[in-house]
T-cell receptor, first 115, second 114 residues
Framework: SQQGEEDPQALSIQEGENATMNCSYK?????LQWYRQNSGRGLVHLIL?????REKHSGRLRVTLDTSKKSSSLLITASRAADTASYFC???????????????FGTGTQLKVEL | DVKVTQSSRYLVKRTGEKVFLECVQD?????MFWYRQDPGLGLRLIYF???????EKGDIPEGYSVSREKKERFSLILESASTNQTSMYLC?????????????FGPGTRLTVT
């Protein structure tokens, strides 16, 4: 089963509006990351939030983390057409041999920002 | 900038063929990963490698093998391609820091097995 589940699966908004995506997970984590994927391309890291952090900002991105509810949200403010992409949360579930964490990705939210 | 490249963007192979997918990273990262991405299933880890010649199975290793002879290169091998291996394959690399790190992804290879 997927560790991370994003909600909604798809979101369509007008340029200038805010977009909020949610992620729920099942087991305890060290950190949670959000990635963006433009159509048919690889993933690009957006932001990482540690388990002892509740909120983090990066430009127009705001991420919150509620470990008691095992959930996170990604807010994109003042959206632009260029924000059209799929967004994935990724949680680390175990330490890998040799160092580094195994990331488990959710199924993603498809965001469409219309002009 | 970290760059992860994959040998092909699109690949069409026949059932039973042996398929090689190549990935190269230029940032001297110890960790490298192979995922497949399917609609509704997200990304699933096939194999990862934490050093040259070192590898471990991910969540769905069946039907796949890997090779890492040089630090910068990680190959995914489909020994006998089957139609259920039609998918988008993504390679990634990262440093081995335990708590705070990100993975850098290549552009992906869309493989179709007919």
């Amino acid at each position: 089963s997927q560790q991370g589940e994003e909600d909604p699966q798809a979101l369509s908004i007008q340029e200038g509006e805010n977009a909020t995506m949610n992620c729920s997970y099942k087991t305890s984590i060290n950190n949670l990351q959000w990635y963006r994927q433009n159509s048919g391309r690889g993933l690009v890291h957006l932001i990482l939030i540690r388990s002892n952090e509740r909120e983090k900002h990066s430009g127009r991105l705001r991420v919150t983390l509620d470990t008691s509810k095992k959930s996170s949200s990604l807010l994109i403010t003042a959206s632009r057409a260029a924000d059209t992409a799929s967004y994935f949360c990724a949680t680390d579930s175990r330490i890998l041999t040799g160092g580094g964490n195994k990331l488990t990705f959710g199924t993603g939210t498809q965001l469409k920002v219309e002009l | 900038d970290v760059k992860v490249t994959q040998s092909s963007r699109y690949l069409v192979k026949r059932t039973g063929e042996k398929v090689f997918l190549e990935c190269v990273q230029d940032m001297d990262h110890e960790n490298m990963f192979w995922y497949r991405q399917d609609p509704g299933l997200g990304l699933r880890l096939i194999y990862f490698s934490y050093d040259v010649k070192m590898k471990e199975k991910g969540d769905i290793p069946e039907g796949y093998s890997v090779s890492r002879e040089k630090k910068e290169r990680f190959s995914l091998i489909l020994e006998s391609a089957s139609t259920n291996q039609t998918s988008m394959y993504l390679c990634a690399s990262s440093l081995p820091r335990v708590s705070t790190y990100e993975q850098y992804f290549g552009p992906g290879t869309r493989l179709t097995v007919t």
